[in-house]
Structures are given as structure tokens and as C-alpha cells.
């Protein structure tokens, strides 16, 4: 007979433990507080959040720091409040673990008309509305089956990167499980080796590369959830191609290298449609994430992409071949001394000449702002910037080693980045706490986030502070929705929103005003005043939440945002002309 058992809340919460969780997000209700009684002695830190919606996005963010990232909610009211996070989380390839406290097995079984139900006796509604947002699910009944099933779904969240639910009724929190299977670490299954396909695959990606005279790299983000960044980091340095990120593949390779030429904006297109090989890591081509289609490799006959599970070369696919079971084959195969060494004649982001205004100028989006703050990071910095005028503006950046961003993609919920930067700093304290952080001893989280996305999350800044992490916000004071107003209704009422005191929040939040962790807050109009808030001594080595409030014009945006604008003016222009009204 089995003797070493434990029970099965400690079972899931100490694989979650092995696959690197050391903290773990969510709020509590009344199906899962027993299980809540097992966090601790599983060696996990819990992080009450202030709703679920946050609890989500915190753990979205702590996943892609950490590898993977886990919450836990009540049965529907908790778990349904989360749901947009988790749809985020699907939609980027976030691994997210949402862990369900459901009620009694009898009372499931009996059909029984309690809260948090329909009061139909329908329990499995709630189960259904997930399955379109998680890789996989487990619905826990049985505890002779529910370790296997436990391990089942950590892997599909591993294997595919995306977010998986388990739900756990009270009634089984406590029933005693084998713990032989712990002995075992949780491995993603790797591929059967396919010798005809792997061969024909290697043979058509390296005549590709042999034959190209203007050759590329373009490093998406789904590298990062593909887990091939070393290998991606290698063939950027030793091709020396001339290499470009998508905005979402922003910092997964050293922008230091002098073959890195930043962002694949429209004003690289020219070049890149030059190109006569564009080889392609981690795809992501949403319309977000290629400035609305514009760039996109053209020509598919010269384009090779190396997805998740398969790689395509021209107009084939090959299937079964994940690509950190394919690179590490290529690298293994190819012949430098064969490939091209193109020598582009393309401007490098560092040696472009940025213009900056007196002290008295305001400071505006487009007249250094960006490149100013890119001298204030440092390695090892965790940077996000919120979907918004943030987002364009952080394309703009050059970012030192060692260094994260997180912009927006294609989910795009604003509010999400300031639970965000709550999951991505505990990941970053947890990291340095386990030495696994690049050798640094201490790092900061920076937050660029829009008055108007700052609203919708607001109450996670109370956590940051409880928690005492080192997080620097600069909040943009655009007096409402500016990316909406670019889009359409620069006029209208329904994109402003109700002026905040914002420098007061942090006080509100509970942060102390004195002692190692006092929090420092700057308001910021002019040149003058963002230079003397950036090399304040308090804002330099200050280990609290610091908060700068950037003021800026209404309609003021980054160029790409500005030309919508434009365009939206010239329709205005045109229905004046023709005497149609306005909307």
C-alpha cells in the first residue's frame, strides 16, 4: 500500500512550485478557501489582488517572466471576472494556470440551487464558457485520477504556451494522493523524431540560406513562448545578418548588436522587401503587431517562417517539427563559411541624431521623449508600456541588455499593464531571490501607462506598494483616450474622462511618505522638469513606487498615430466640403 501521500491541494500547488511559480495571484471565496490553507505550506507566496480581472493580467505577467504564471478563483462570479485576462493571456501565448474552487461534489451531483449559479441546477456552463480560452481543462472528480490529470494539463500549458483551467471542488482539497509522480519532473513531451520530414524540411530551410545574397532575420514574439531565444540569439550573431524585431519580438535579442536595426516599421519596408530571404522567428502576424498589414514579409517564395509547431519554407509546410526541436538540427547543420555577409547601408537607431527642446519646451511625443527616456534604463529592467500612445512611443526605445518590454499586441486591453507590471516585478524580485536574474542583485520594473488605462486598473498600484516592489510609473496625462481620438471622434465626449488627481493615489494606496520605501512623485511639463525628475536621487536609487505624471497635449501622439489623425481631419475636410455633418 501506498504510504508517502499528500494531499491533492499540495499536489497542485507543489508542481506548480517545480515549474518555477513562487507566487501565486487571486482572490478568495467561499469554494476555495480550504484550498487557499495550502499555499503557504506548498512554499508559494499568495498575492491577494483587488479583482480577478487584475489577478489575471498579474499572472499573465508573471508568466512571461517566469515561464509560467498561475491564479486561483471562486466558482463564477470569481472565475468569469478573469475571463478577459485569460482570453489575453490565449490570444499572446501567456502560460497561465487558473486554478477554480468549485462547490461540493453532492451538491453539483444534486443539482442543488446555490449562489453563485444560474439557480437552474446547470453546473457545467461555466466549464463550456472556458473552453474557448484555455489549451486544456480538467474538471477534478476523482482523486485516484486527479494527479495524472493534474500533470496532464501543466504540460499542454507548457507544450502550447497558452492558458489551461483545473477546477477543484471543496470537497476534494483535502483528500490524501500519492506523491511518487513528485519525484519525477514535469517534462513537455518531446517530439517523435520524423527522419523524411526533418530531412526534407533542413535541406529546403539550408538552400534557402546558401542562396541568398540579401538575406534577413526578423525575430517575432512568439520566440519567446517557442523557448528558442538562445538558439535565436546564435544565428543573429554568428550570420551577422542584418536583423529587425516585430514590436511584440521587441527585446527578445541584444538591440547592442551592431547587425540590430530595431523595429520593422513601414519606413523599413523598402529594404526588407529587398531582401531576398527573410528569415523569420516566432511569427505573430497580427494587424497590431505589423502596423496594420503594411509589414509583413511580401514575397512568401523568400520568406521562411519558424512557428511553434511547424516550419514553412515558400508555399510548404512542414508539420510536426517544433521549432525548438528544429533550430538547435539547423545550427547544428549549417556552414557558416557558405551564407552571405551583406553589408546594408541602413542608419542604426543608436546614430540617429535626436532632436530635444530648451528646458522651458514642452515635452512632446515627438520631439525626443522617447529616445530621452532610453538613456534612464538600465540592464535588467522590465519595461511595459500600455496599449495607446505608450505602446507606439515604445517602438522608439533602445533598450540596454538584458533588458524586457512588454507592448501591446494584438488582445489589446488597456488597463492590462499596470497588474502587468505586478505579476512581471514579483517574477523579477522571485528570480533574484533564486539567482536565476542575469547575476543582478536588484532591478526595477518601469510602467508607461496612459490617464485613461491608469483608471480602469487603478486599485493594483495598492498591491505594488503592499508588496514594496521597485516599480517606476510615468503616467501620460493626455486628458482622456488619445489613441481614440486618432482613430475617430477627436471632438467627441465619450473620449474624455474624468480628470484624476493621479499624484495622490499612491498616498491613497497606503504607501508611506517616509523611510526605505517612502514613495516620490514628480509632475512633468517641460524639458526642464523631466530632467530633473529622471536624475532626482530619490528617483535613482529610490527602492519604493516612484509616479511621474507627464503632461501632454490632447491630440499629441507618436508619428503613426498621427498620421490617423491626419486622415481622419481630411474625411472631416471632405464631408464639410460636400455638406454632410460631422461624426
Not at 525575430?219 to 535565436?232: H, M, N, T, Y
Not at 535626436?354 to 519646451?361: A, E, F, L, M, V
Amino acid at each position: 500500500m501506498e504510504t508517502n501521500t499528500t494531499t491533492l491541494a499540495e499536489y497542485l500547488f507543489t508542481r506548480l512550485h517545480q515549474l518555477g511559480v513562487d507566487s501565486i495571484f487571486g482572490l478568495p471565496g467561499d469554494y476555495n478557501l480550504r484550498l487557499l490553507d495550502y499555499v503557504a505550506p506548498s512554499r508559494l507566496h499568495w498575492v491577494g489582488n483587488c479583482n480577478e480581472l487584475n489577478a489575471g493580467y498579474a499572472a499573465d505577467g508573471y508568466s512571461r517572466i517566469k515561464g509560467i504564471g498561475a491564479l486561483v478563483t471562486t466558482f463564477g462570479v470569481g472565475e468569469l471576472s478573469a475571463v478577459n485576462a485569460i482570453a489575453g493571456a490565449y490570444a499572446e501565448r501567456a502560460p497561465v494556470v487558473h486554478i477554480v474552487g468549485t462547490p461540493l461534489r453532492e451538491s453539483q451531483e444534486s443539482r442543488a440551487l446555490i449562489h453563485h449559479t444560474f439557480s437552474d441546477g446547470e453546473y457545467g456552463r461555466f466549464d463550456r464558457m472556458q473552453e474557448h480560452i484555455t489549451v486544456a481543462q480538467s474538471i477534478l472528480t476523482d482523486h485516484r485520477t486527479a494527479p495524472a490529470e493534474i500533470d496532464r494539463v501543466l504540460r499542454e500549458c507548457l507544450l502550447h504556451s497558452r492558458p489551461v483551467r483545473i477546477t477543484i471542488p471543496d470537497d476534494m482539497v483535502a483528500l490524501r494522493v500519492p506523491t511518487i509522480t513528485l519525484e519525477t519532473k514535469l517534462r513537455v513531451p518531446l517530439p517523435v523524431h520524423q527522419p523524411q520530414i526533418e530531412e526534407k524540411a533542413l535541406r529546403a530551410v539550408l538552400d534557402r540560406i546558401y542562396n541568398a545574397k540579401s538575406p534577413m532575420i526578423l525575430v517575432d514574439g512568439e520566440s519567446r513562448s517557442a523557448r528558442i531565444l538562445d538558439e535565436v540569439d546564435y544565428l543573429v550573431k554568428s550570420t551577422e545578418w542584418p536583423t529587425f524585431t516585430s514590436g511584440f519580438g521587441k527585446s527578445l535579442i541584444d538591440e547592442s548588436l551592431p547587425n540590430v536595426y530595431g523595429v520593422f516599421t513601414p519606413q523599413r519596408k523598402e529594404f526588407v522587401d529587398s531582401c531576398d530571404l527573410v528569415l523569420c522567428f516566432g511569427p505573430h502576424f497580427s494587424n497590431t503587431n505589423t502596423f496594420i498589414f503594411q509589414t509583413l514579409p511580401t514575397d512568401p517564395e523568400a520568406t521562411v517562417l519558424i512557428n511553434h509547431a511547424s516550419v514553412q519554407v515558400g508555399g510548404e509546410i512542414f508539420r510536426d517539427l517544433p521549432a525548438n526541436y528544429f533550430l538547435p538540427q539547423l545550427i547544428g547543420q549549417v556552414d557558416l563559411s557558405k551564407i552571405a555577409k551583406p553589408t546594408p547601408k541602413l542608419v542604426h537607431p543608436k546614430s540617429v541624431e535626436r532632436p530635444t527642446g530648451s528646458n522651458t519646451d514642452l515635452v512632446t511625443h515627438n520631439s525626443g521623449f522617447w529616445s530621452r527616456i532610453s538613456s534612464f534604463f538600465r540592464e535588467g529592467d522590465i519595461i511595459l508600456a500600455e496599449t495607446g500612445t505608450a505602446g507606439y512611443g515604445a517602438n522608439e526605445f533602445f533598450l540596454p541588455p538584458k533588458a524586457r518590454l512588454f507592448k501591446p499586441v494584438t488582445w489589446l486591453s488597456i488597463g492590462y499593464m499596470l497588474p502587468a507590471t505586478l505579476g512581471a516585478s514579483l517574477a523579477q524580485r522571485d528570480l533574484i531571490a533564486r539567482s536565476e536574474y542575469y547575476d543582478l542583485l536588484e532591478a526595477r520594473t518601469i510602467l508607461f501607462i496612459g490617464d485613461g488605462s491608469f483608471q480602469l486598473t487603478t486599485q493594483e498600484l495598492a498591491t505594488i506598494i503592499h508588496k514594496k516592489l521597485n516599480v517606476i510609473i510615468f503616467l501620460l496625462n493626455n486628458d482622456g483616450y488619445t489613441i481614440e481620438r486618432c482613430i475617430h471622434g477627436r471632438n467627441q465626449v465619450y473620449n474624455d474622462i474624468t480628470p484624476w488627481r493621479y499624484l495622490k493615489a499612491p498616498e491613497f494606496y497606503g504607501a508611506p511618505t517616509e523611510g526605505e520605501y517612502a514613495a516620490h512623485t514628480w509632475q512633468v511639463r517641460t524639458w526642464g522638469d523631466l530632467e530633473k525628475a529622471l536624475t532626482d536621487e530619490k528617483m535613482l536609487n529610490g527602492k519604493g513606487v516612484r509616479m511621474v505624471e507627464v503632461f501632454m497635449e490632447k491630440l499629441d501622439a507618436p508619428l503613426p498615430l498621427l498620421g490617423v489623425l491626419d486622415m481622419q481631419i481630411q474625411r472631416e475636410r471632405e464631408r464639410e466640403t460636400a455638406g454632410r455633418p460631422i461624426h
